[in-house]
């Protein structure tokens, strides 16, 4: 995503490789708006191309766009993808089980709810399989891709898409960041980043992070660490060669949250853990590899090449409350939680190759830039699920027998831990191979239209050996795309976008044939603007988006789904971003969404009656976020402060049932000061005013408390 100001045929060809000798693309975008002030021609980089995007300024884009770069997590003090992703207004948390996995919604539609939600990394699809929740180390930002993009990216939600662009070795140049910090609940983490030119064409950039310390939960110890090196090589002056790995570990209790009774946020406080410590840890790993080759042909035509590998392992036990009424003693005398216990071991590969041709051309009076692109895309997971249940209350059990826990009064380790019988047994495996062509046609200097489309086959297949049943399906699909773009001025460019995708469901049904996909059609339009000569840009959009064959309970089968449900999705976004006169970074998203199903079923997940116009779970209508950060210079130091505030608003917490989550506002405010030469003080305090919140819900027995008021502070060093 280039933009330029003269010549833009030339620059796109040298400009990929001049940002991979700079710092990153965001100090080159600083350093020539900074020279742009001496000379009347700037150019002003607003980033790399990207796999799937191709050389395009974000406002020739018929898409909203939203960019969370590494300063703003670095101001902020973020450490996880779920809480970066909580600065963009259209996406909202969803149930992570139990802290172990990344889960949010793009415009309303969050996807299986029973699998962490994909994320691209560099363009790679990395984030479906079960290495927990992604440690912001490591990422130079998060793109928030809107809208309808199947054409290019395939298969997903029609919401969106999250991209995650790492840090990777920065070709010629040596330097580095170190930092350690502390937090409450005697939190303590250490991260360094460390770039090393070891030739003039050969550099590696090695960065890790390890955590420790409590959460304000109780008997909720947390253990994390991960090795992200990178290594770049130049193989001449228009080829480059990229690795990237990523090691992760996290280790922490399996936390299903807080019992909400008769709609009583107050029923235990936000400290209380329900589980049982017996239980131990359960640990997530990752360990993923990435390879990608960059080759300009010219300065009109350039090639990626590239491979993903990603290994994911997620193990252990958990204590869950029993979400069944009827086998639930909770609802009988107020405190009394009968309890599951469960086994889990999920396994999961996925690897990916892409090939993607980038170029441009005319025809006649018409400029043309394409992408013509193919890939290959292999997922296979692993799952052993073991359960023990509570029997029915109808056959009076004892306390024992239902695993109970006194939510008032908790004594842990009170019975000697159950065992359950295995309930899943299970091998999935879905492939695809796709193909897809887009080109962006310039008929004016100020109108252009985009065409695209996108072929997949994808077979999926269940290997389900508790039944001894094998199941296999094929399927092909084409997904078109169309866009246009019109500048109406400098500053303001109007857009319209069509799109229709798929998502493969998982399972089958009762007679062990594999489900229909997923299937959407998504309708966006909106303005972008530029000001202040480029310093502040900002989207406001509308959306419509449509969803067929989502999953609900089997009418003549019960404990079976059928693909047949449909759901909607509508609102109106407004992000803006950048610098303000005076050295003042702004940030503000707000997102107006209405997401509800649209026909009546029964949920396959919790069999409550789901009928037509009922909210979507854990989607406000309301999202807003904003935040303000000034710096300048006290004596000889450089200071910088800001604040900012979230407010989310009340929103389903339960599927089927009119179970609310309140809405929240959220204050935070955070600095940094210069207390040497290459040496800041940093802090932050997040939930200033010690609000009671709720992150997400997946029922009133499984509501996951937000944090109280939070602090850090720490050191940094830069060289």
């Not at 799937?52 to 997590?73: H, N």
């Not at 809107?146 to 330097?175: C, D, H, M, W, Y």
């Not at 006290?634 to 009340?650: N, S």
């Amino acid at each position: 995503m280039l933009r330029f100001t003269r010549n833009r045929r030339l620059l796109a060809g040298t400009l990929p490789f001049a940002i991979a000798l700079a710092p990153s693309g965001g100090a080159l975008a600083e350093e020539a708006g900074a020279e742009g002030e001496e000379r009347s021609e700037a150019i002003t980089v607003n980033g790399v191309r990207q796999a799937y995007r191709g050389d395009f300024a974000v406002s020739e884009i018929p898409q909203s766009i939203a960019e969370i770069d590494a300063k703003t997590l670095e101001q902020n003090g973020i450490q996880r993808l779920t809480d970066a992703l909580d600065l963009n207004a259209s996406v909202v948390r969803q149930n992570t089980l139990g802290g172990l996995w990344d889960a949010f919604a793009i415009r309303g539609f969050a996807g299986d709810e029973n699998m962490p939600s994909g994320y691209l990394v560099n363009g790679f699809n990395g984030g479906r399989g079960f290495g927990g929740q992604r440690d912001t180390a490591g990422i130079e930002r998060v793109e928030v891709l809107k809208g309808p993009a199947a054409a290019l990216i395939g298969r997903g939600e029609p919401g969106g898409t999250i991209n995650l662009v790492a840090k990777q070795a920065e070709l010629g140049r040596s330097f580095g960041t170190a930092a350690i910090q502390y937090g409450s609940w005697d939190r303590v983490r250490g991260e360094a980043d460390v770039n090393i030119s070891l030739t003039g064409g050969l550099t590696v950039r090695l960065i890790g992070y390890g955590e420790e310390g409590d959460t304000f939960r109780d008997h909720v110890h947390q253990s994390r660490w991960g090795f992200l090196p990178s290594v770049g090589l130049a193989l001449g002056p228009d080829t480059r060669l990229t690795y990237d790995l990523e090691k992760t570990r996290v280790s922490v209790p399996f936390d299903r949250g807080i019992v909400v009774l008769d709609g009583n946020f107050d029923t235990v406080p936000r400290y209380r853990f329900l589980g049982e410590p017996g239980d131990g840890d359960t640990v997530a790993r990752a360990e993923g590899h990435q390879l990608r080759l960059d080759h300009q042909f010219s300065d009109r035509w350039s090639l990626l090449v590239g491979g993903s590998i990603r290994d994911t392992l997620l193990t252990g036990f958990s204590s869950d409350a029993e979400t069944a009424a009827s086998r639930q003693a909770l609802y009988t005398d107020g405190r009394s939680l009968s309890r599951q216990r469960r086994s889990r071991r999920y396994d999961a590969r996925h690897y990916v190759l892409r090939v993607e041709l980038a170029g441009e051309f005319e025809t006649g009076a018409l400029t043309h830039r394409v992408l013509i692109g193919a890939d290959y895309d292999n997922f296979d997971y692993k799952q052993l699920f073991l359960r023990f249940r509570p029997p029915a209350l109808s056959t009076n059990p004892t306390a024992q027998q239902g695993n109970v826990i006194d939510i008032l009064d908790p004594v842990y380790g009170r019975f000697a831990l159950p065992v359950g019988a295995t309930m899943m047994d299970r091998t999935d495996r879905q492939r695809s191979i796709g193909a897809y062509v887009q080109d962006q046609i310039e008929v004016t200097n100020r109108l252009q239209v985009r065409i695209g489309g996108r072929f997949d086959h994808l077979t999926l297949e269940t290997d389900n050996r508790l039944t001894s049943q094998n199941s296999r399906r094929k399927r092909s699909r084409f997904s078109p795309q169309a866009g246009v773009v019109y500048e109406l001025s400098d500053p303001v460019t109007i857009y319209a976008a069509y799109g229709q995708g798929f998502r493969a469901n998982v399972g089958t049904n009762v007679n062990g044939q594999i489900f229909d996909p997923e299937n959407s059609e998504s309708f966006e339009a909106g303005a972008k603007l530029s000001l202040l000569g480029g310093a502040l840009t900002g989207t406001l959009s509308v959306f419509h988006l449509t969803k067929a064959n989502v999953l609900a309970t089997d009418p003549n089968a019960p404990g079976f789904s059928l693909a047949l449900g449909k759901a909607r999705s509508r609102g109106a976004e407004f992000d803006l971003a950048g610098k303000l006169p005076g050295r003042v970074d702004v940030l503000v998203s707000y997102a107006y969404v209405d997401a509800e199903a649209r026909s009546a079923m029964v949920d396959p997940n919790t069999s409550f009656q789901v009928q037509v116009g009922d909210a979507l779970v854990n989607i406000p209508k309301h999202n807003l976020n904003m935040q303000l950060a000034k710096s300048f210079t006290l004596g000889k130091r450089e200071v910088q402060i800001g604040a900012g505030m979230q407010y989310v608003g009340k929103r389903r917490g339960e599927t089927g049932t009119d179970f609310m989550l309140p809405s929240h506002a959220l204050f935070r405010l955070f600095g940094k000061v210069d207390v040497m030469e290459h040496l800041e003080l940093f802090g932050s305090v997040t939930n200033l005013f010690d609000e009671r919140w709720y992150a997400n819900s997946y029922s009133p027995l499984w509501v996951q408390p937000g944090a109280p008021r939070t602090g850090t502070i720490g050191l940094r060093a830069r060289f």
